[in-house]
């Protein structure tokens, strides 16, 4: 409660949490989604000389 207080008192809101949000917290944490990543397609660099004329 104190630290809650304090941060208050800097215009910061803290909100103690519940059981529930502390597993959901935790799990979120250590069991992180895979990030929705789209890959690009492979670029192969053509490094032919140029023929002279």
């Known amino acids: 409660d104190h ?3 304090q ?3 800097l215009g ?3 909100k103690q949490l519940i059981t529930p949000e ?3 917290l935790f799990y979120s944490i ?3 989604e895979r990030p ?3 890959k690009e397609p492979e670029v192969i ?3 032919k000389p140029a023929a002279s004329v």
């Open 12 to 14: 910061i809101k803290f």
């Open 36 to 38: 929705a990543v789209k």
């Open 7 to 9: 941060a208050g008192r």
């Open 3 to 5: 630290l809650i207080r």
């Open 30 to 32: 250590y069991n992180p």
């Open 22 to 24: 502390l597993i959901n």
């Open 45 to 47: 660099e053509d490094n």
